[in-house]
C-alpha cells in the first residue's frame, strides 16, 4: 500500500516532465522568433487603408493578434504547469525517507534512556487517549511508534544504522506513476490499469487519425474542399471568357455550405436592384433573365450578389447577418481562385499545354475582387484598351475625375504613371480638384506599385539550338521595383477586409492557339525560401553543365544577391514540339494590383531532329543550325499580341476555330516587355 501511494504520489512528477520535454524549447523558439522579427511598415498607409481599419493596431487588435490557437494553448499548458509545480511542492514533505531519530527528535547514536524519554514526551503529545485528534492518532502510529521499534529493537537498530532501514537491505522496486483513484479499486486495480493503457496507446491515436484522415479526405493541402476542385476542373472550357469565370468561380462546395436564411431574401432583392447592371443580364429580355437568375441554387445567388457587392463597392448596405457571410466569402476567395487557376493551366491537350484565356480571366477577377473594382470597368473606352479600372483602384478616383483627366491627354494609366511628381500632382490638383493630401495619398498607392522587369531564356542544356522532342529548361528572372524601396508588401486594398500578399503568376504562353507551356507561381514575402529554391536550381544547373566547384559557389553567391535585390528565379522543364517558329509571350500577372502586368516577346526556333539520343524524334538528315535572331525573317507570318483585347468588349461575338497549328520555341527574348491589359483568345 505504501509502495503504490510512493507512485501516485510520483504521477504528478511524470506528467510534468512529459509536459516540459516541448513545451519549453517550443517556447523559447517562439520567443526568439518574436524578438528577431524586423518591425518593418509593409502595408500602404493613405488615408483610405487608415479609415478602413484592416492594420489599426488597437487594444483589441492587439489581443486578438495574441489570442491565436497556439498562442492559448502555450499559456494554458505554462498555467498548467505553474500549478502542477505548487501541487508537488506542497506534497513533497509527504514523501520524505523514513528517519526515526529525526521523528524523535534525536541525534544519531543517542543512548536508550534519551530514546525512551523522547518517546514518552512525544506520545503525551500524540497518543489516542491524551489526543483525540485523528491526525495526531496517525502520525503516532505510522511515525512514533515505527521509530520507537526501530531504535529499540536491537537487531532493527544495526539494520537501520547499516542499511538505512529497520527492515535490513531493501531490494530494487518499480512502480507505475499513476494517480491513486487507478490503483486504489477493490479487485480491480489490473482492469483500471489495462483499461487506461489501451484508452492512451490505442484508442487516443485512433481517434486523432479518424480525424485527420476525415479532414484529409474532404479538403486539399490548400484548405479548398476536393469536391471545388472536381467542379472548376469540369466547368473550365479553354473558350471561357474572362467575363464568365465569375460563373465557374461562385460554384465552388465552400459557398454552397454558406447559409441562406429567409431573412435574407429582402436585401438580397434590394442588392440585386443595386448590382443588376454588372451581372450579364439581356436588357431586352429583361424579366425572363432575372427570372432564370433567380433560378438558381440559391447559394449560387447569394454568392455572386455578395461578390457584386464588394465589386460595386456596396457592402455598406448590407444587413448584419449577410455582412458576415459577405467577409467569409472574401475570406475564401483567394484561396478558391488560386485553387480556379491551377485547374486552368493544369495540362490538357496532348501537349500538355494549359489553357490561356480562362487563365487571365482568373487574375483579371482576381485583381477586380481585390480592388473593388467592377467588371464592367475593364471595358476598353477612349483611347484606353484597359478602361477605367486601373484609375478606379487609386484613392479618391471617380468616373468624373478620369474623365476630367481624359481631356488633358492622359488616356491610359500608364501615362499617369509615367508623369514626373510635378506634372501629376499639377494635374490631380488643378483637373482633378484633388487637395494635397488627397494627391499625397495617390503618390503613396504609386510609390507602393511594382513594377516589373522579365529576362527569359530557353537552351537545350549542354547543346547549341533546340530540336524537336529535347527537353527545353526555361529559365527566367523575375525582378521586382517600387518606388518606396520595399521588395514584399500588402497591396493597397482598403476594400478587402483582410491582408492578402500580392502573388504573382508566371506563364509561358502561346496566344494565338490559347496554350499556356509553363506556369508558376512567383511571390517576393518569402525572401529566405526564395534564395534556398534559386540556390539550389543554380546548384543543380551547373553540376549538370559540368562547372567547376569555385563556378558553380561563384554562380550561387550571384543568384542569391540576385534574390536579395528584388528578384526571383523561375525554372522549369518542358519537351520541344514539332519542328517551327513559335511566337510566344511571357506573361507576368499579378493577382492584386491593376496595371501592373508585365509581358515579355519570346521568339523560339524549333529545328528538325539531326541528334541521336534519348529525347525521342527520328534522326534525320542535317539541317542547318539558325542562329538566335535569323527567325527574325519570318516576322511577316507572325501575329503580334497588340491586337489581343480584353474579352470583356467582345462577350457577344461569335468565337472562332482556330485549327491551325502554329510553330513553337528557340531562346530569344525582346526585352522591351510593356504593360499590358491582358485577357482571352479564341477557342481553340
Request: proline share 5%.
Amino acid at each position: 500500500m505504501a509502495a503504490t501511494e510512493e507512485n501516485s504520489q510520483l504521477f504528478p512528477i511524470f506528467i510534468l516532465t512529459i509536459m516540459a520535454l516541448p513545451l519549453v524549447p517550443y517556447t523559447i523558439l517562439k520567443l526568439c522568433r518574436a524578438f528577431s522579427k524586423k518591425i518593418k511598415t509593409i502595408h500602404c498607409q493613405c488615408s483610405e487603408c487608415a479609415r478602413s481599419g484592416k492594420y489599426r493596431k488597437s487594444i483589441f487588435k492587439r489581443i486578438s493578434n495574441f489570442s491565436t490557437c497556439s498562442n492559448l494553448s502555450l499559456v494554458l499548458l505554462w498555467v498548467i504547469m505553474i500549478i502542477l509545480i505548487y501541487y508537488i511542492k506542497s506534497t513533497s514533505r509527504e514523501m520524505q525517507v523514513f528517519e526515526p531519530f529525526s521523528i524523535l527528535g534525536l541525534e544519531h547514536g543517542a543512548s536508550d534512556s534519551d530514546i525512551k524519554k523522547a518517546y514518552r514526551r512525544l506520545s503525551i503529545q500524540y497518543h489516542p487517549d491524551k489526543n483525540p485528534d485523528p491526525e495526531a492518532n496517525k502520525y503516532f502510529v505510522e511515525y512514533i511508534s515505527k521509530a520507537y521499534q526501530a531504535l529499540t529493537d536491537p537487531i532493527s537498530r544495526e539494520n537501520f544504522e547499516k542499511y538505512g532501514h529497520p527492515d535490513g537491505r531493501q531490494g530494487f522496486q518499480m512502480g507505475i506513476a499513476l494517480p491513486q483513484f487507478l490503483l486504489d479499486i477493490d479487485g480491480a486495480s489490473g482492469g483500471i490499469l489495462l483499461l487506461w493503457i489501451v484508452g492512451i496507446c490505442i484508442l487516443l491515436p485512433l481517434v486523432v487519425a479518424v480525424i485527420y484522415l476525415s479532414k484529409s479526405a474532404k479538403y486539399t493541402g490548400n484548405y479548398v474542399m476536393h469536391h471545388t476542385l472536381s467542379t472548376y476542373y469540369y466547368f473550365m472550357k479553354p473558350s471561357l471568357a474572362p467575363s464568365k469565370v465569375m460563373e465557374v468561380f461562385i460554384k465552388a462546395a465552400e459557398y454552397m455550405e454558406i447559409p441562406v436564411r429567409r431573412t435574407d431574401d429582402e436585401p438580397l432583392q434590394k442588392l440585386f436592384m443595386s448590382v443588376r447592371s454588372e451581372l450579364n443580364l439581356d436588357l431586352k429580355n429583361i424579366k425572363q433573365e432575372q427570372a432564370k437568375f433567380w433560378k438558381q441554387h440559391p447559394a449560387i445567388v447569394k454568392t455572386e450578389l455578395l461578390i457584386q457587392a464588394q465589386l460595386t463597392r456596396e457592402s455598406a448596405a448590407l444587413s448584419p447577418a449577410l455582412l458576415g457571410d459577405f467577409r467569409r466569402v472574401l475570406e475564401l476567395a483567394p484561396r478558391l481562385l488560386e485553387e480556379l487557376m491551377k485547374m486552368a493551366v493544369i495540362p490538357r491537350t496532348a501537349q500538355g499545354h494549359g489553357w490561356l484565356r480562362p487563365a487571365v480571366g482568373v487574375v483579371e477577377l482576381s485583381q477586380s475582387i481585390i480592388q473593388a473594382v467592377p467588371l464592367s470597368s475593364r471595358k476598353a473606352t477612349g483611347g484606353s484598351t484597359e478602361g477605367t479600372a486601373p484609375f478606379l483602384q487609386l484613392p479618391h478616383f471617380t468616373e468624373a475625375v478620369i474623365k476630367k483627366i481624359a481631356r488633358k491627354k492622359v488616356r491610359t494609366f500608364q501615362e499617369l504613371r509615367d508623369m514626373s511628381l510635378q506634372d501629376r500632382a499639377e494635374l490631380l490638383s488643378q483637373v482633378g480638384g484633388f487637395s494635397s493630401t488627397e494627391v499625397q495619398d495617390v503618390e503613396m498607392v504609386l510609390q507602393m506599385m511594382p513594377s516589373l522587369t522579365v529576362e527569359v531564356t530557353c537552351e537545350t542544356e549542354g547543346e547549341e539550338g533546340i530540336q524537336e522532342g529535347d527537353i527545353v529548361t526555361i529559365q527566367a528572372w523575375v525582378t521586382l521595383k517600387r518606388g518606396n524601396g520595399l521588395i514584399g508588401a500588402l497591396p493597397h486594398a482598403p476594400y478587402y477586409p483582410f491582408h492578402k500578399e500580392e502573388n504573382f503568376w508566371f506563364l509561358l504562353a502561346d496566344s494565338v492557339s490559347n496554350n499556356v507551356w509553363f506556369s508558376q507561381k512567383v511571390s517576393f514575402m518569402d525572401e529566405p525560401a526564395a534564395i534556398t529554391a534559386a540556390s539550389k536550381a543554380i546548384e543543380d544547373t551547373m553540376e549538370g553543365s559540368g562547372a567547376t566547384v569555385k563556378e558553380t559557389s561563384a554562380a550561387v553567391r550571384e543568384a542569391a544577391e540576385k534574390v536579395r535585390s528584388g528578384s526571383r528565379l523561375v525554372m522549369g522543364k518542358i519537351q520541344a514540339p514539332a519542328e517551327g517558329n513559335y511566337n510566344l509571350t511571357c506573361y507576368c500577372l499579378c493577382d492584386s494590383w491593376l496595371g501592373c502586368d508585365k509581358r515579355t516577346n519570346l521568339k523560339v526556333k524549333i529545328l528538325k531532329r539531326t541528334r541521336a539520343g534519348t529525347r525521342g524524334g527520328i534522326v534525320s538528315e542535317e539541317a542547318p543550325i539558325v542562329e538566335d535572331g535569323a527567325e527574325e525573317e519570318e516576322e511577316d507570318e507572325e501575329e503580334e499580341y497588340d491586337d489581343y483585347e480584353s474579352e470583356y468588349s467582345e462577350d457577344e461575338e461569335d468565337e472562332r476555330d482556330t485549327k491551325k497549328k502554329v510553330p513553337a520555341a528557340n531562346g530569344t527574348v525582346s526585352k522591351k516587355g510593356t504593360n499590358s491589359e491582358l485577357s482571352g483568345s479564341d477557342e481553340e
